[in-house]
């Protein structure tokens, strides 16, 4: 679908409408985070409290889900509950988002599905966790998420806390390279990994302000540069967990995953709920605090621009 095309099949929420309207700034969030991510009702929580601090930035929130076959570009209260606590909402990309439209279903947007909705409606700047990349064992498995052709083919800066560190990390950015995406780290050199501040990669790019991201984003346009922008923002240093301790139960929860024979779209959530275990719901707390943080920077781009 193409924004004109898509226009029908799309419901703005009327604070949204006016925003795009007025040339104030918007700020996408992604929606199976809540669906897919955390469980209720630190989803809910979570979610409203994500559109609070966008709200505070000076920016406007638009959570992204389809609703009963409605593309939701901003969602009530009461919708935003209802998503919450939903049971059999599909897990949404590039494959199946016209699927779920057709066929009047509901379901959580990725992080390539929100891209897409966004350009649809105007949005220049979307917020998320982390996003999804190849996994480890892709080479045999070919298990690499829509998320990277996404950042190369649709104009929207994604801000994010790296790839999730469940991924492997080298292997995903060497094809967001391959693709063209620039990944640009803010005010630090070396890419964060979802729970922890440092992996052992160094960022391609490095940026200081919201503001910087804002230009070069803007100047990519100008120069006629397809697709997307990755922005790494670390998780704040009194929220991490260690990046040794990570790789415990990163490693644990890959075995558990073996031993289950989990694949495709199962793989993120079962193994996000298998360290929620592990680390006692620490993971948990520190998920909600670097969505958190990539809001903030998220609603400054959106401003900048």
């Known amino acids: 679908m193409t924004p004109d095309t898509a226009r029908p099949f799309v419901d703005l929420l009327p604070a949204v409408a006016d925003a795009l309207a007025a040339g104030r700034p918007v700020v996408a969030l992604e929606s199976t985070i809540i ?17 609070r601090i966008i709200a505070e930035e000076g920016a406007v929130p638009a959570t992204i889900a389809v609703v009963g076959g409605r593309i939701k570009v901003g969602l009530s209260d009461g919708e935003r509950e209802s998503l919450a606590t939903a049971s059999g909402a599909m897990k949404l990309s590039r494959a199946d988002l016209g699927f779920a439209v057709a066929q009047g279903r509901t379901g959580g947007t990725t992080v390539a599905a929100t891209m897409i909705c966004a350009r649809m409606a105007g949005i220049r700047v979307f917020a998320t966790g982390g ?10 498995s070919f298990d690499i998420s829509a998320d990277l052709d996404e950042l190369a083919r649709t104009p929207v800066v994604v ?11 080298e292997k995903t950015l060497e094809v967001l390279e391959t693709r063209g995406v620039p990944v640009v ?12 501040r440092q992996s052992p990669y160094r960022a391609p790019l490095r940026l200081e302000r919201p503001e910087d991201i804002a230009a070069l984003f803007e100047t990519r346009r100008k120069l006629g540069l ?10 704040p240093e009194e929220d991490e967990i260690p990046a040794g301790e990570m790789a415990r ?9 073996a031993e289950q024979k989990i694949a495709g779209k199962a793989v993120t959530p079962f193994l996000l709920g298998k360290i929620l275990e592990l680390t006692d719901g620490r993971s948990l707390k520190t998920n909600i605090a670097l969505v958190e943080n990539n809001a903030r920077i998220a609603a ?6």
Do not use: C, Q
């Open 249 to 257: 139960y990163i490693a644990a929860a890959h075995r558990a995953a």
């Open 185 to 196: 780290a803010l005010a630090a050199d070396i890419m964060p990994a979802f729970w922890s």
């Open 226 to 235: 397809d697709g997307g922008m990755l922005v790494a923002n670390p998780v």
């Open 35 to 51: 669906t897919h991510g955390m469980p209720y009702p630190d989803n809910s929580v979570m979610a409203a409290n994500v559109e």
């Open 159 to 169: 801000v994010s806390a790296g790839a999730k560190a469940i991924l492997d990390i």
């Open 300 to 305: 400054r781009i959106a401003k900048a621009l």
């Open 131 to 140: 996003i999804g990349g190849v996994h480890k064992g892709a080479e045999e």
